[in-house]
T-cell receptor, first 113, second 110 residues
């Protein structure tokens, strides 16, 4: 999981602003995921992409958007439509094979002021 | 879709004791069950996993058991140490995505 980078580590935004979280990987993994983590809620899936130029909604996609123009990059935009965006956001990739191991990036903590 | 329930939400043990965390899942098609450990402010790290064709797997002080009939799986940590203190998440994979439990905060007191 050292091959997954997320930036910035901390992000502050005013209400009504869109913000984009970066996720880059050099692991050559096809599948990438975005999760949101809130205290006591575990990890909830926002969007995922199994291949370039294709992505699917997860359980809590409302108020978020993504793109997958390159294999290495899967940015997440938190739009003003997301009513409670303050959370810890984790990007992950999937190592294909027998165990289907999922690896996580270091995360971005977003705070809405 | 898949639903994963995890218990307990918090678990306090003394150093050297054993700790057991239990999860149940709803989708009988799920076939892969990983466990992650997350320290405060850090990313989740995979500590052990099990596939549906195996009933038990061990790695030093950590073991996972799976009961497909009852649709539950458990994490067992023996001889706990203070550095085991963290939040532990179970997960189940169905077709293409992981569904996570809400986590268990394990506190190991010296």
């Amino acid at each position: 999981d050292g091959g997954i980078t997320q930036s910035p580590k901390y992000l502050f935004r005013k209400e009504g602003q869109n913000v984009t979280l970066s996720c880059e990987q050099n692991l050559n993994h096809d599948a990438m995921y975005w999760y949101r983590q809130d205290p006591g809620q575990g990890l909830r899936l926002i969007y995922y992409s199994q291949i370039v130029n294709d992505f699917q909604k997860g359980d809590i996609a409302e108020g978020y958007s993504v793109s997958r123009e390159k294999k290495e990059s899967f940015p997440l935009t938190v739009t003003s439509a997301q009513k409670n965006p303050t959370a810890f956001y984790l990007c992950a990739t999937l190592k294909p094979g027998r165990t289907d191991t999922q690896y996580f990036g270091p995360g971005t903590r977003l705070t809405v002021l | 879709g898949e639903n994963v329930e995890q218990h307990p939400s918090t678990l306090s043990v003394q150093e050297g004791d054993s700790a057991v965390i239990k999860c149940t899942y709803s989708d009988s098609a799920s076939n892969y069950f990983p466990w992650y450990k997350q320290e405060l402010g850090k990313r989740p790290q995979l500590i052990i996993d099990i596939r549906s064709n195996v009933g038990e797997k061990k790695d030093q002080r950590i073991a996972v058991t799976l009961n497909k009939t009852a649709k539950h799986f458990s994490l067992h940590i023996t001889e706990t140490q203070p550095e085991d203190s963290a939040v532990y998440f179970c997960a189940a994979r169905g077709y293409s995505t992981l569904t996570f439990g809400k986590g268990t905060m394990l506190l190991v007191s010296p």
